[in-house]
């Protein structure tokens, strides 16, 4: 199977490229890739690298992710997350391929109490959500074999994130001021790129995607909950372990999100349930704590290496 993978240098396309090696050739591509590139605001060059390439199946890693810019960049925003991936399903429907997506809890308003499920109701609360619930509408009413895929609090070893940050700023500084107060699901890229590719295996059929029954929206991160001060508590105590950070790096404090105002609005409570993604695929992301152990033995390993 041929695979079109968009969103070549970010961090969860990074992890895909290993993963979906072993369903069949990846090319990657993004707007700097070369002698081919694909910009998500170019509707003609999108068409046009589908068209060249002729894969089997599109995987769309890339997106607008600047969640406080897009209020400033709407216009922009808007063509990379909502229109594209319409662009993407309809240029998938002339060469008979499938395609995969990835979404985000902010199509949710972060007010529940419970696991939001695939079926619970959207209410979107900044630019950045509502683009992206745009960019799933917009798969689904051209009705292609699809797998849209939400996660949460996405992180790993490379690119920008929130894991990064936190070991970059404990070891400049003697205390960090965490939100506590904004629950969700910590995710490693590496298992959403593991887990897209059991799914995708699935799917496959006669060397085609064809997802049949299985296709539609499913939740996927990792299992349990916390608050972003907990999260990068936690980080502090692996990496100590692992010897990334010294006992000397910086303490945690628990602040409101009020203490920590940003212009776009952050959803309060963003666990998504994944009992769906377990009853349709049997497949289940590990707990954050054990998932982000991992992820920090890999990157020890990786740094003692270089």
Request: proline residues 5%.
């Amino acid at each position: 199977m041929k695979i079109l993978l968009l969103g070549r240098s970010g961090q969860l396309a990074w992890e895909l490229r290993r993963s979906l090696s072993c369903l069949g050739e990846v090319i990657a591509l993004d707007r700097h890739s070369y002698p081919l590139a694909v910009d998500l605001e170019d509707a003609d060059g999108i068409r046009g690298a589908v068209r060249e390439i002729e894969p089997q199946l599109i995987v769309n890693a890339a997106a607008y992710t600047a969640v406080d810019k897009a209020a400033q960049e709407r216009e922009r925003a808007h063509r990379i997350n909502a229109l594209a991936p319409g662009i993407l399903a309809e240029a998938a429907v002339e060469i008979g391929a499938g395609l995969v997506h990835y979404s985000t809890d902010y199509v949710f308003p972060g007010d529940a109490v419970r696991p939001y499920s695939e079926g619970s109701e959207t209410g979107p609360n900044s630019v950045y959500g509502a683009t992206k619930l745009q960019g799933e509408q917009a798969i689904e009413q051209v009705g292609i074999p699809h797998l849209i895929l939400r996660t949460a609090w996405v992180y790993g070893a490379r690119g920008s994130n929130f894991l990064l940050t936190v070991l970059r700023l404990m070891r400049e500084r003697d205390m960090l001021n965490v939100v506590d107060d904004q629950i969700g699901a910590p995710t490693w890229s590496r298992q959403i790129a593991e887990c897209t590719a059991l799914m995708i295996a699935q799917c496959r059929s006669d060397g085609r995607f064809q997802p049949q029954q299985l296709r539609g929206t499913y939740h996927l991160t990792c299992a349990g909950q916390t608050s972003w001060y907990g999260f990068a508590g936690k980080i502090r105590d692996i990496a100590r372990e692992f010897r990334i950070l010294g006992a000397d790096s910086a303490e945690v404090r628990p602040i409101a999100t009020a203490d920590y105002p940003t212009p776009a609005k952050r959803p309060a409570y963003s666990v998504l349930s994944n009992q769906k993604l377990y009853g349709c695929f049997e497949l289940a992301l590990p707990v954050w704590e054990e998932a982000l152990a991992q992820c920090l033995a890999d990157y020890a390993e990786y740094r003692t290496e270089s």
